[in-house]
């Protein structure tokens, strides 16, 4: 089991090389772990030295896998398709997300809140509004939001992730509102003409083929003014050892593969991209992980884990 694990580990070190050194001159001239979100997203906001193209090849389309003009990785749906059952095992491959789901949920609360001006201390501030969860797994996050008030759609790529959360949001009656249904966020805008008051992506653009394209369709589905929300992993040299070595590796917290170092992107690119599609980001933060307690909290310390809160031009 051990020479498995090294000879695995040995495979992914060689493999993500290469990405590594290729990006290289972002990560120097880019985030370090103590820069605040505030600082980083205004300068990378009023900066004219990033050009259009060349911020990295996380920027463009380049999976061969994927068909055009959609955001399936097929290789990465199959790897969530094929633990789907685990959802809401809260000792399973999801532990993670389930341990961050307070902390994560706090975030929202206070930036939605402020942003669509409602009581954060009621006991349902979103009552009335209409929020989206694109590529929402087993509903983690849009069971908490639902019982918010909100007025939930959630829509994943994977079927077997739908049909589980369905099952999971039924035995609660302030849940089995939220509709579930098996699509993309780019299906979503070609097929329908829904647009929703805020557009919630967690952990989800560092999986999808073209992370540009999928900023412009979470825009597309975005009111003017509505909001947006993305979590997901820093590329840095910090999350190579801490997001994939120690979870992946060496506390198997995640099944080995799950996550490609050289598809996550930093916080610069994710403000560009979003940029991009009209939507700017007003806020920034880190979640780091406290061994001892075992507990995530909010951070200025983006270096790995990190979320950000954005809102769409008043088109
Ligand atoms: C790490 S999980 C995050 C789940 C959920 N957002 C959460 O944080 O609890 C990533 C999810 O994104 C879904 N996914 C991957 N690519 C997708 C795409 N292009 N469109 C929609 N969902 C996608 C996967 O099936 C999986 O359920
Ligand atoms: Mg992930």
Redesign the pocket.
């Known amino acids: 089991m051990a020479i498995r694990t090294i000879h695995h580990l040995r495979h992914h070190l060689i493999h993500h090389l290469k990405p590594y050194h290729h990006s290289c001159l972002l990560l120097n001239s880019s985030v370090t772990p103590q820069t605040t979100a505030s600082v980083l997203w205004r300068s990378v906001s009023h900066s004219s030295s990033i050009p259009e193209t060349g911020v990295g090849s996380n920027l463009k389309d380049s999976s061969s896998k994927s068909l055009s003009n959609?955001?399936?990785?097929q290789t990465?749906?199959a790897k969530?398709?094929a633990i789907a059952e685990t959802w809401w095992d809260y000792e399973g491959p999801?532990k993670p997300?389930h341990l961050m789901?307070p902390t994560r949920v706090s975030f929202i609360r206070s930036t939605l809140c402020r942003h669509f001006r409602r009581d954060p201390l009621c006991h349902q501030p979103f009552e009335g509004l209409k929020f989206i969860?694109?590529?929402?797994?087993?509903g983690?996050?849009s069971e908490p939001l639902a019982r918010m008030g909100a007025t939930m759609t959630a829509?994943?790529?994977?079927d077997k992730?739908i049909q589980i959360a369905r099952l999971h949001a039924e035995t609660d009656p302030l849940t089995s509102s939220i509709e579930y249904s098996c699509t993309?966020?780019e299906q979503m805008v070609e097929e329908q003409q829904k647009k929703f008051d805020a557009v919630i992506?967690?952990?989800?653009i560092e999986?999808?083929?073209n992370p540009s394209e999928?900023c412009k369709s979470l825009a597309a589905l975005t009111v003017p003014n509505g909001a947006t929300i993305i979590?997901t992993i820093n590329r840095s040299v910090r999350s190579f050892a801490t997001a994939i070595i120690a979870a992946e590796y060496l506390l198997n917290w995640l099944p080995k593969g799950t996550h490609q170092w050289s598809s996550f992107l930093t916080p610069e690119e994710l403000v560009l991209i979003l940029n991009r599609a009209s939507i700017s980001v007003e806020e920034m933060a880190g979640f780091v992980y406290n061994p001892l307690s075992g507990e995530w909290t909010l951070s200025d310390d983006i270096s790995v884990n990190f979320i950000a809160f954005a809102t769409k031009s008043n088109k």
Request: proline share 0%; hydrophobic share 50%.
């Open positions: 959609s955001s399936l990785n990465e749906v969530f398709a999801f997300l789901n969860d694109v590529g929402c797994g087993g983690i996050l829509i994943d790529a994977v992730n993309t966020a992506s967690l952990e989800v999986h999808v083929a999928f979590s």
